[in-house]
């Protein structure tokens, strides 16, 4: 799943601008075997009121466009799972 990896962080990378624009950034923590990339959201992403927002309308739409083998985008922060 290198390559897989390699083209979700490209994805990432075009909206990472954004995020650290806000105060924040993202990570890639990695790739389930059922295709579903679990992402951190750090810095002011990780406690904003509109992370639920962003991880739809920017992160997972991006990725998802981008990289069409990945059926679902989730953040995990403080060990847990956000949608």
């Known amino acids: 799943m290198s390559e897989l990896n390699e083209?979700?962080?490209?994805?990432?990378?075009k909206i990472r601008p954004?995020?650290?624009a806000d105060g924040g950034n993202i990570e890639l923590v990695g790739v389930?075997?059922?295709f579903?990339?679990?992402v951190r959201l750090l810095g002011a992403c990780s406690s904003c009121s509109m992370s639920a927002m962003t991880?739809?309308?920017g992160?997972?739409?991006t990725i998802r466009k981008e990289v069409p083998e990945i059926r679902a985008v989730v953040a995990i922060n403080d060990h847990s799972?956000?949608?």
């Open 7 to 13: 083209k979700i962080e490209l994805a990432i990378a």
């Open 55 to 57: 991880m739809r309308a």
């Open 36 to 38: 579903v990339a679990e």
């Open 81 to 83: 799972v956000e949608v």
């Open 18 to 20: 954004y995020l650290e």
């Open 32 to 34: 389930t075997p059922d």
């Open 59 to 61: 992160v997972e739409e």
